[in-house]
């Protein structure tokens, strides 16, 4: 085998079984003539409290950094301090995917959620409650862009002082639950313990949960993706009905 024949057999075998980025952010997967391409995975976070660097900021971002060591990316939406409107019930939305309200960050997040492929909420917990403002964000999302939330993995996490910290991750998981979200699920509640900012940072077994949930995320989101195209469950058409005789 002369010098010229040699280098190029060991760059094609070199290529093969190698990740290239491609033009649109996708992973194209060679491995001998098959070739899948996979686009590169992103987890949406909303911090449901107002303060900005808080314990529901540190707990999000302890299982983003988690994330990200998986090779998934993430982006982090802050409620912050400026009112969100409740649903109003005027069924705009089903006309148009988008709320009537565009004058907080409704829209914005359902769009971001277009673009990503889960979610993880977090929310303090006020009165044995998750914050309003952060419910009533979930709650419009649901309803108004339904098409865009379906079947992507999702998870709530929890964070209290004391107590209450519960009902609020229950409370949070009913609207994934109406959108055949698979619920992500960790070796504990998505629960982490904090009362000053900062002070989550000693919840050493909260911050544990936090990776585990990303971890178990993670895996999940790369085997419904491992081919490429997403798959989901093949289900039947949705019947509604009510109690009222």
């Not at 409620?79 to 939305?93: D, M, P, T, V």
Request: hydrophobic residues 40%.
């Amino acid at each position: 085998m002369d010098r010229r024949t040699f280098i190029k057999k060991s760059a094609m075998a070199a290529a093969a079984g190698a990740m290239i980025a491609s033009p649109i952010g996708s992973v194209i997967a060679k491995e001998g003539d098959k070739v899948s391409i996979q686009k590169k995975l992103k987890v949406l976070l909303i911090n449901g409290s107002p303060r900005q660097n808080g314990n529901t900021h540190l707990a999000l971002m302890e299982a983003a950094k988690q994330l990200n060591k998986n090779s998934i990316d993430t982006e982090l939406i802050q409620i912050g301090s400026h009112a969100i409107h409740g649903c109003i019930a005027c069924n705009h939305c089903h006309m148009t995917n988008q709320c009537v309200f565009n004058d907080d960050i409704c829209n914005h997040a359902i769009h971001l959620m277009s673009q990503c492929d889960a979610l993880i909420v977090g929310s303090p917990t006020y009165y044995g409650q998750p914050n309003g403002t952060v419910l009533s964000l979930v709650q419009r999302m649901s309803y108004a862009a339904s098409s865009v939330m379906q079947n992507k993995p999702a998870a709530a996490v929890a964070v209290c002082r004391r107590g209450g910290a519960s009902a609020v991750y229950q409370t949070l998981l009913m609207p994934f639950q109406m959108q055949n979200m698979p619920i992500v699920t960790s070796q504990y509640w998505n629960i982490v313990y904090g009362r000053t900012e900062g002070e989550a940072a000693l919840d050493a077994e909260g911050l544990q949960t936090m990776r585990t949930m990303a971890d178990n995320m993670a895996f999940m989101l790369q085997r419904i993706h491992a081919n490429g195209e997403p798959k989901y469950p093949q289900r039947e058409p949705h019947k509604a009905t009510s109690f009222i005789k």
